[in-house]
């Protein structure tokens, strides 16, 4: 169990059984301490495509319509697993409560291991811990990835049609703005306007 964990189980049980408050912590502990079962369920509704029969258009779909969670948790919660299943395959099989930290920092090793940055060697360098003693914080790991192993790449740009998208966008908004606004003179307006046509035109090209 996590410190996290056990502060939420001490808070519990302070409380009457049956109440409300209680029942959300305990909730919140039993995600915090199974959040491995719950991704091994999604790992295998994603690898079997159980969503298809299911009748949901795409895994994502399923999780948010569904079991309500958003596709960038249930997505960090399936990448985790898939590192603690290369990394540490008998905790992956573990069932009810367990020892597996919270998965924001496994997730933060499974992003630098499928960035490159995170080798076996490496992680085993860090097992102890992350695993043994108390699990640090997903900034404390991110700092401790980057004092080891180098600071992260910077992302890949977007591409370009991305870009224009998005200044053809901010360029739309400042022109309707000009237009809205009694302080801007009318020429300054329509230069505004003529801008954003000319960025438009860029994504034609």
């Known amino acids: 169990m996590t410190a996290t964990a056990e502060k939420l189980a001490s808070r519990a049980e302070d409380l009457p059984e049956g109440s409300f408050r209680r029942e959300v912590l305990e ?3 039993r995600f915090k301490t199974a959040w491995v079962g719950l991704a091994r369920l999604l790992v295998e509704v994603k690898r079997k495509e159980h969503w298809r029969e299911w009748g949901f258009p795409s895994f994502e779909r399923y999780c948010s319509k569904e079991l309500f969670i958003r596709s960038a948790t249930a997505e960090k ?6 590192f603690l299943e290369r990394h540490e395959p008998e905790l992956a099989k573990q069932r009810g409560d367990g020892r597996a930290p919270p998965f924001e920092v496994i997730e933060v090793l ?4 499928a960035a490159g940055r995170l080798s076996d060697s490496g992680w085993r360098e860090l097992r102890d811990e992350v695993l043994v003693e108390r699990p640090p914080t997903p900034a404390v790991m991110n700092r401790k990835l980057a004092e080891r192993f180098g600071p992260p790449a910077p992302p890949a740009p977007a591409p370009k049609e991305d870009r224009l998208e998005r200044l053809a966008a901010q360029a739309r908004r400042l022109a309707e703005a000009c237009r809205e606004e009694a302080a801007v003179p009318r020429p300054v307006a329509e230069r505004a306007s003529a ?3 000319e960025i438009e035109s860029l994504l034609r090209r």
Not at 77 to 82: C, F, M, R
Not at 110 to 113: D, F, G, Q, W
């Open 27 to 29: 909730g919140a502990r």
């Open 77 to 82: 919660l399936t990448a985790s697993y898939g």
């Open 110 to 113: 499974s992003r630098a291991e």
């Open 195 to 197: 801008l954003a046509g």
